[in-house]
């Protein structure tokens, strides 16, 4: 299972925003420790008779030095409904039970290299993840199989403005029980910051189908990134979703702390 907010927009958001909306997007931020917590929520029929509602609290580990980010999302999570919620929000087969279960979620690892202007003012950054299936299939709160996910990010900066695509894979794992496939996604959009402390962002989210002849996912987004001071930062997002591979509404709140 993961959490509402697609993986190529997390990314999106971590690389292009910087560790603070404070700090430029070509600036080399000093090295952190960023712990942080919250809340995300995904409502969905996913072409079934009956919705199925995620709730995910997540601890957010993290640490940046120089070009690298390191993040590992730990969540508890809570699902109600028939539908499998597989990796960026999507649905695979159903669930073995549509019943309230809750527990331990699966444990991501992700990091992040931002190569810095490659080309005039355009900025790469690499990212590759991890997903550890530690929730408990038994009980339909993840698939039990490991997955991994290679992210290229590019974005530049127009005064206010910093439009980002990204382009990944993901290499999902698969049985008899969970026949998923392996597919490309994409994301484009962009940041708007406001001031010096606030960003807004704005993104569409495709993903190729989870299993076969299923449909694609794509969703649109949008999110506020505020710094409350120079420790403290908060993230609101919303989204919804145009396929049977979508949720309907996704929404959440994080709260993190920089060390």
Known sequence: MN????????????????????????????????????????????????????????????????????EARVPWMQIEGPATIVPGGGSGPVRPTSAVESGLGDIYLSSTYRFGAVAGGLNLAATVRAKLPTANEDRGLGTGLADFYGQLDLYQTFGAFTPFASLGYAALGSNATYPLEDGPYVTAGTHFRTSDRTVITAALNWRDRLVAGGPYGTEIMAALT?????????MAYALTGFTDASPNFGGGLQLSRQF
């Open 3 to 70: 959490r509402v907010l697609p993986l190529s927009l997390a990314a999106a958001l971590l690389v292009t925003s910087g560790l603070s909306a404070q700090t430029a997007t070509t600036a080399a931020p000093p090295a952190v420790i960023t712990v942080g917590t919250g809340f995300d929520y995904s409502i969905g029929d996913y072409g079934l008779e009956t919705d199925t509602d995620v709730i995910s609290v997540p601890l957010i580990l993290g640490y940046a030095s120089g070009k690298w980010n390191f």
């Open 226 to 234: 505020h710094d409350l001071n120079s420790r403290w930062r908060i």
